[in-house]
């Protein structure tokens, strides 16, 4: 399955060199000279995410692992060494014990290999700590977020530690909810990871269909607007304008997305948050889930500008 | 419905003026001086067509019905005149029964204004002729396409009847084939709009869940690329290079579609048809309808330098 959707993804962007065998998304220009490389990976099933962000101005490389599995160590350093310039690699890791784990292992082979490297963790989600694959909040729709803005940092030449730490600071000031309409159903297993009857709604849900806050009988989108917006905002008091990020987690249409947005826009309005940049679609998905969810990133000039800045990747592009 | 992602349309793309009260959506921009304007639009539930096509390269303006329904003739002709900048306005029309009326009485409305109208109708689906919601073929994924290349006809600057022309020849030389794995639900009706048992996929599907050709037994990714390529196939003859758009209806997940997209690269290849440019991805869609569809476009250097023009779109973009 995975194998297959990177010969798809090789035949679709001549401007990817995709690695099938050994799993690893290089941009094609890589290494790019003087500049820091952003690497990151997971488990299959959340695309566009890691492997549709990858190109100028965003991710150097991707490694993704079965479906919702970690990829292994080998992926990692390898896509480490094929983008390293010299000035360093970061690696951006989801907070699942898995991808930590191996992250971590790869952090220590990298460097034995004379890579400098760097970790920003991503851990926004605010429905739930600890949870099957967690010890402590869940990454979900901030790496988009990281990826960018930390992307664009490295884009200009910044140097490695003022890259992470760009990287971490929209971690902090990321937060994430999410609800699930309908379960999703993984290759491997070929029948729904969780069910979740018709008529029902769950609160919280991550990116895996692993279980979340609480089921409840099904709410408008409004209603829903006003849950995830407040679970965010108890967990994030922005000063500043934010980012929007209305995410569908893979089976909802942009119809819905984008009337679940308005109601989003109204709740923020309500609360008093403005909105400085909002991004509708599906970009951080669990496969065939139906649902959506609520990132926002208080951000200053620096992040904006960063956002702003120009982005070519399959999953994500602008300015170029 | 319709009216709440106007609204979450509107929130999230400043560059668009979205009139919620008439559903009319138009870049901001418009008219833009002595360059043709071109006008879409169809049923809700397709996105990101026609709405998300709206943009420098692409459509001038979009007018979206309410879900499967055509939208009705006060919209385009209140679109034509929002875009025209004396230069003329080509309708795209999809070939369905209802939005073809529709438009015919735009068309005579708008010339009673005084603007000069062309128009193309796009009618792809090799798959039946004649259904529910057509006589002769239908119009799906080729609509991409058409609006592509004749909006970047008339980027150029080219006059009304040249826009006109390569829109037609685009239809002509592109063909399409879609399968469902799964239906769809219409918010009005909230249940599946038709009966698909898991297990089986129906062959030649619309997208509007009419019905196809027939049903089968569940079929492998590669079996299936077979029957919708040779379907395709059957009906065109590329001695040139096509452009291929492996297309999601909505509910399809990335790594599935990647997946169908190297199978499809092999048929293609097995038949020794060149692929210049592939686009996979949701963009002509069935609310939450699980399949996909390919549509080649045999295309010249004409067409091909068109299609690879800039645009910026919620869509598509590219070049800027």
């Not at 099933?45 to 692992?65: W, Y």
Request: hydrophobic share 45%; with cysteine; charged share 20%.
């Amino acid at each position: 399955m995975v194998a297959d959707a990177l010969r798809g993804l090789a035949a679709a962007h001549p401007e990817l060199t995709v690695d099938v065998e050994n799993r690893v998304i290089v941009r094609r220009d890589a290494p790019v000279a003087g500049k820091v490389a952003l690497v990151s990976g997971g488990g299959s099933g959340h695309e566009p995410l890691h492997g549709g962000f990858v190109g100028p101005g965003m991710l150097s490389a991707a490694c993704p692992g079965e479906v919702f599995t970690s990829p292994v160590p080998d992926q990692m350093v390898r896509a480490a060494a094929a983008v390293d310039s010299g000035a360093g690699v970061l690696f951006v890791v989801k907070n699942y014990t898995g991808d930590v784990l191996n992250f971590d292992m790869a952090v220590e082979l990298a460097e034995d290999e004379g890579i400098q490297v760097a970790k920003v963790l991503v851990d926004d989600d605010v429905a739930v700590t600890d949870s099957l694959y967690t010890a402590g909040r869940r990454g979900t729709g901030a790496t988009l977020f990281v990826e960018k803005i930390a992307g664009a940092a490295a884009d200009e030449g910044r140097p490695l530690e003022q890259v992470e730490a760009i990287g971490r600071r929209v971690n902090d000031r990321s937060r994430s909810f999410g609800v699930a309409l309908g379960p999703c159903t993984t290759p491997a297993k070929g029948s729904p990871t969780f069910d979740l009857p018709a008529g029902e709604l769950e609160l919280g849900i991550g990116i895996h269909g692993e279980p979340g806050r609480e089921r409840r009988p099904m709410m408008t989108s409004g209603e829903i607007a006003d849950v995830a917006v407040d679970a965010v905002l108890a967990d994030l008091d922005p000063r500043n304008p934010v980012l929007l990020l209305v995410n569908g987690m893979g089976a909802t249409p942009l119809l819905e997305l984008y009337g679940f947005n308005a109601e989003v826009q109204r709740v923020l309005a309500e609360r008093g948050v403005a909105v400085a940049r909002t991004l509708v679609g599906n970009y951080v998905t669990s496969l065939d889930m139906a649902g959506a969810s609520v990132t926002l990133c208080e951000i200053d000039e620096e992040l904006l500008r960063l956002w702003d800045a120009p982005v070519r990747t399959p999953g994500l592009r602008w300015g170029m």
